[in-house]
């Protein structure tokens, strides 16, 4: 069994950094692909950004440049670095693992139909203007 743990939300302002922690545990090789999702209010889970056990990392379009997704294997934590937020950055982020063919074939794009496998309860990120 897989526990995500997320840490590091709050409130920002627009232009600020964030950076967002969490702590895994029970890991295996079927939960390889690990990942970051937003939820805004009244709107669907959608995917930030992915990272693979080699490090191979993917975001959507709209963070490129912005977001910066890591892991620190020892320390069995993934991260998420989030510069120069916007208000529309708002939302509960979710920590989630899955296998890990969700990042090599890009399935976490597309939470509705490929949910990954294991989820945090989510931190809470709110950019103000």
């Known amino acids: 069994q897989v526990t995500l743990v997320e840490s590091g939300g709050g409130s920002v302002q627009a232009g600020g950094s964030l950076r967002l922690s969490c702590f895994v545990s029970g890991a295996t090789e079927s939960s390889s692909c690990m990942g970051w999702f937003r939820q805004a209010a009244g709107k669907e889970r959608e995917g930030v950004a992915v990272i693979d056990r080699d490090d191979t990392a993917s975001y959507v379009d709209s963070k490129k440049g912005r977001f910066t997704i890591s892991q620190d294997n020892a320390k069995n934590i993934l991260y998420l670095q989030m510069n120069n937020l916007q208000p529309e950055d708002t939302g509960t982020y979710y920590c989630?693992?899955?296998?890990?063919?969700?990042?090599?074939?890009?399935?976490?794009?597309?939470?509705?139909?490929?949910?990954?496998?294991?989820w945090g309860k989510g931190t809470l990120v709110t950019i103000v203007s």
């Open positions: 989630a693992a899955g296998p890990s063919e969700y990042c090599s074939r890009g399935y976490w794009r597309d939470v509705r139909y490929y949910p990954m496998d294991y």
